[in-house]
């Protein structure tokens, strides 16, 4: 039977790129796919990095580690591409462990044998009306096949505004091999906690882990 087509619902692109930022898609971006890389002893991945605060975060407190940065909006990889480059040669600043894969995510995963110690994913939609459900990214068949690609030790940081996606997520990772535990972490602050369209008090966080 044939596989159905990957599908990632939201958008795409955005408001008009700058040159600057055009230039850095044509020219620089080719040049941080993680495939064309190879596979790396110590790799974090954080899925859906809006504008790559929390990748650049990762970076500086993990020098020595690889960090792949997904995002399929086009200008969440620009405005990333911006800030770890230089503003008048457009070349990486100090931000040298920095891949991108500007796609589904999920395309990565079924072409690379890439192992991870981390995986970040922080206030992925949550596709509220009920008729989105089908939508939301974090099923236990997504979440199998991260696990297929956490290394030793490795595991999954989930963190969400919207209370009931959370309570979703632990449902769903009942029906894998995870365990899942409630950490207590203070609030990592990216551009999508600080809109909290969900209205809450505060994120959740959850850790996932064979």
Not at 35 to 53: A, K
Not at 103 to 116: A, M, P
Not at 144 to 171: C, P, Q, R, V
Request: one cysteine or more.
């Amino acid at each position: 039977m044939e596989k159905q087509e990957l599908r990632t619902f939201g958008r795409r692109h955005g408001k008009k790129l700058s040159a600057r930022k055009q230039t850095l898609i044509r020219d620089l971006l080719p040049t941080l796919n993680p495939i064309q890389h190879g596979l790396f002893d110590d790799c974090i991945l954080e899925i859906g990095f809006g504008n790559g605060e929390h990748v650049r975060d990762l970076a500086t407190n993990n020098p020595d580690c690889t960090i792949i940065g997904a995002e399929p909006f086009e200008n969440g990889v620009a405005a990333l591409l911006s800030a770890i480059t230089d503003s008048e040669n457009n070349v990486l600043n100090e931000y040298k462990n920095i891949l991108i894969w500007p796609d589904d995510v999920r395309i990565l995963l079924r072409e690379s044998e890439q192992k991870f110690n981390q995986v970040w994913i922080l206030h992925p939609d949550p596709w509220p009306k009920a008729r989105h459900v089908k939508r939301r990214l974090l099923s236990a068949e997504f979440l199998n096949m991260l696990a297929t690609h956490l290394s030793d030790n490795g595991k999954i940081i989930i963190g969400t505004d919207h209370w009931e996606y959370f309570d979703w997520i632990i449902d769903q990772v009942k029906n894998t091999d995870l365990s899942a535990t409630i950490p207590d972490i203070e609030t990592i602050q990216t551009r999508y906690q600080q809109k909290n369209k969900a209205g809450t008090a505060s994120p959740k966080y959850m850790i996932l882990h064979t």
